[in-house]
């Protein structure tokens, strides 16, 4: 009897890299005294054989392992978006760390098994691994958050983000377990198989309702966003950053993939459901960001913003959506670690340096830096000629398409609320002078990571067709 | 009512009470103590679903394991015994209707609605399950399997990190 096949071993390879080198980056950390640097390195590595692995599969269009997951295509792309994601906030992290004397190996370890979650999750085929996934991501996420184990912000933000996220999973859990009871699978290609029949029982939409009560927790849509603010404030900057960017990309991966499932019915009041759950998160998200001091917080808010804009692309259900969702993501993850890179830079002990005023007259003092940070925020309000318009045109398009016209405006409207607090911090860096003479340290790390965000964030926003002929052969 | 019945409401009416004891009581030693007879509770309705692997691993892992832990965990805390550790509930209102109407509609589903397995129940005849469970976590379900060992790995790599002594630099003042 055989039990793997090719395509198995090479449709989980990016898995099973990552697990290979976090399990050496463990050893080495182990064994190895002051190893920090040296885990570091080894991580990185890891990760670049596990992009290596995704793109080579990338051409294949197949599951592995009895359906559990997807090889290729949807799944390649966002594993290599993830992985990116982690390389860069690993390289934010290095500078940060060593700065707060924070810096251990088991940071990176648990990137590299947060990521593998993450993997995991865009490669989903199955409702288990797409379980197993967010619990993975997530379980390394609260260590992650509470990752300064001195602080009290850092303490009750892995608290919090546990409990709350903790709660989440049952739901999550629940709802497949529904669905499974109406259906006898968890496999998600079988159940579309049976469509319509499964949707005429209700307890088949309430087990999806409870599934979306899930995921939104996860990508942090209102009224599921309570915990946002105090998480990405508490935990530790390039935490933050990780989290922001690689979290919500690898929920929204699974969400739209799971989600296309009983958006194949095109269900009208499911897509009103999602449509009143993207237009909430838009309003509040927007509206609690007005009053905003500390940036931290102020780009919790956002995210949640942002996260409601996308549920636009799946509540459309169209391929202009889900290819929105994606274009936006990568614009989104792109410019978040170059803003959150910005603001670890910045910051100073204790959680100094993070309000606004503390970046007046920064324009005079590091001009690349205020506008690399300038591009950042238009690019977070939608302005061309930087990525972030082209994602947020193709979503407002989408809900057009879907004769969700009311949502389109919506959207745009809040935006406008939003340009508010994204065009506040040029303000203070370009027109307010400075009050703190404090020299401002770069460190070559972070700060090539971040030139590298904001070049990515031009590039795909003046030729974002390098993008979308790639997505043409996913969705 | 026939005697199946009769034996699912027994081990229903026992972990629901002794669920509730778990979430009302204000001491943590009967809190604990009483989540042996949920756990029991929950053991004995998979024995009536013929489950018998699933019955077995319940009372070994969470009986045997998890809550033998947990009293050890609660006894060697010194001075939890006697303080009462639930704090005041907020917004008891608002939380009661919603769980109200969570449980209204989830209840009223769950009364009208035809369960996929329910056709089939009765038919079967009594056998082990154990041995199908446990070809499927080596064929078809490998991944997941293999994944779920992963997941303990990072909450070991996690605890130790949170819980080892070296290098912090504390702004929590000690407890003395």
Known sequence: ????????????????????????????NAFLKNSAGMVFYVSAVGIFVAIGCSIYTFPMNATAFSDMLLVGGYASFFSVLFLVIALFSMFIAKPYLEREQYHYGEYYVLILLATIGMVMLASSADLITAFLGIEMMSVSFYVLAGYFRGKLSSNESALKYFLLGAFATGFLLYGIALIYGTTG????????????????????IIGWGLILIGFGFKVAAVPFHMWVPDV???????????????????????????????????????????????????????????????????????????????IIGIASATPMGQQGIAFYLVSYALTNLGAFGIIAMME??????????????????????????AMFMFSLTGIPPFAGFIGKYYLFASAVQSHMTWLAIFGVITSLFSTYYYLRIIVYMYFKEATNHEEIKLPGLTFATVILCGAGIVLFGIVPSLIFDLMKSIF | MNMYEI?????????????????????????????LFTFFGVAGIYVLLNADFLAITQLLIYVGGILVLLLFGVMLTTNTVNIDIKSGSMNVLAAASVVAALAGLLGGVFWTSDWFVSKQMGELPAQTTSKEIGTALITTHVLPFEIASVILLVAIVGAAMMARREGIKSQIPSSK
């Open chain 1, 1 to 28: 009897m055989e039990f793997f096949s090719p395509t198995d071993l090479l449709g989980s390879s990016p898995i099973l890299a990552l697990g290979l080198f976090s399990l050496i980056a463990l050893l080495v």
């Open chain 1, 185 to 204: 699978t968890t496999n998600l290609l079988r159940i579309v198989t049976m469509y319509p029949q499964p949707f005429n029982d209700p307890l088949h």
């Open chain 1, 232 to 310: 990405y404030e508490g935990a530790p900057t390039p935490v933050t950053a990780f989290m922001s960017t690689g979290g919500k990309a690898a929920a929204f991966s699974v969400f739209l993939m799971t989600f296309s499932v009983p958006m194949s019915m095109r269900d009208e009041r499911l897509m009103t459901v999602l449509a009143v759950l993207a237009a909430a998160s838009m309003l509040l998200g927007n509206w609690f960001g007005l009053s905003q001091t500390n940036l931290k917080r102020m780009l919790a808010y956002s995210s949640i913003a942002h996260a409601g804009y996308m």
């Open chain 1, 348 to 373: 100073k002990e204790n959680g100094g340096n993070l309000n606004y005023e503390d970046y007046a007259g920064l324009g005079k003092r590091k001009p690349a830096l205020a506008a690399l940070l």
């Open chain 2, 7 to 35: 034996i699912f409401y027994f081990f229903a009416f026992i972990t629901v009470a002794s669920a509730s004891v778990v979430v009302f009581s204000r001491n943590i030693i009967y809190a604990a103590f009483s989540l």
